[in-house]
């Protein structure tokens, strides 16, 4: 029998958590669990190199406590000392879904909303938004709509009201890739809600067709704090 002794620990959010255990002498393997003092069998998953840290990382669920079994394999590691450590990679989360998902613009009508996206943050203290890269798809030319902006939506409806203003300072171009730099959007703790809006011409031609996306996380230059 191996000696060993267990933490717990539960995790704040879910996601991809690293579990270390280093800075020990002799061999010492490690095993995660959801239940404490189970069957050795039972573990979520363990490591068992010969190495000077012990690693695993492993998909966890926010709520639920986990157990970290530290096991001496040889009679150095039973005398040891060591550390253990629970970190995760944060992510932001893009949804690009917004409103309105799909319908028809007048001609001659400013300010009007031509896609939303989400930012949500998952294990993530707070971040900055920095700027975001917007892919435009379909028939409509920068004669048909101008002045691109990015609308802080603070109350999440789908519409412009309320003071809120552009977060990307003055309108640029259409164009098939589309630059918008951020002002102010830092220290952001929950999901927040952006729409991008332009001004359609009163010669816009009737037909045209615009898509607008954020066609992967790469499109998004933040910065988690």
């Known amino acids: 029998t191996k000696k060993d002794v267990w933490f717990s620990f539960t995790p704040s959010c879910s996601g991809i958590h690293n579990i270390n255990v280093s800075s020990f002498s002799g061999d010492i393997d490690i095993e995660l669990y959801s239940g404490s003092c189970p069957a050795s069998a039972s573990y979520l998953d363990n490591s068992n190199g010969n190495t000077s840290t012990e690693t695993i990382t492993s998909s966890l669920t926010a709520g639920v406590t ?118 102010g959007q830092t220290g952001i703790l929950t999901t927040r809600n952006y729409l991008l809006v332009g001004d359609v011409s009163i010669s816009a031609v009737n037909g045209n067709t615009i898509n607008a996306s954020i066609s992967s996380s790469n499109n998004l230059n933040a910065t988690i704090l």
């Not at 040891?80 to 009508?109: E, H, K, M, R, Y």
Request: with cysteine; charged share 10%.
């Open 66 to 183: 986990y157990y970290l079994r530290v096991l001496a394999w040889n009679v150095t590691a039973e005398t040891s000392s060591f550390t253990a450590q629970v970190t995760t990679d944060g992510v932001l989360n893009i949804n690009n879904v917004g409103s309105p998902v799909s319908g028809n613009i007048s001609v001659n009508t400013n300010d009007v909303v031509i896609m939303g996206f989400t930012t949500t943050p998952n294990c993530i203290t707070n971040y900055n938004l920095n700027s975001v890269t917007i892919t435009k798809t379909g028939t409509a030319t920068s004669s048909d709509i101008s002045n691109l902006r990015v609308i802080y939506d603070a109350n999440a409806n789908g519409i412009i009201d309320g003071g809120e203003t552009s977060v990307s300072g003055a309108g640029i171009a259409l164009s098939s890739s589309m630059v918008f730099s951020l002002t």
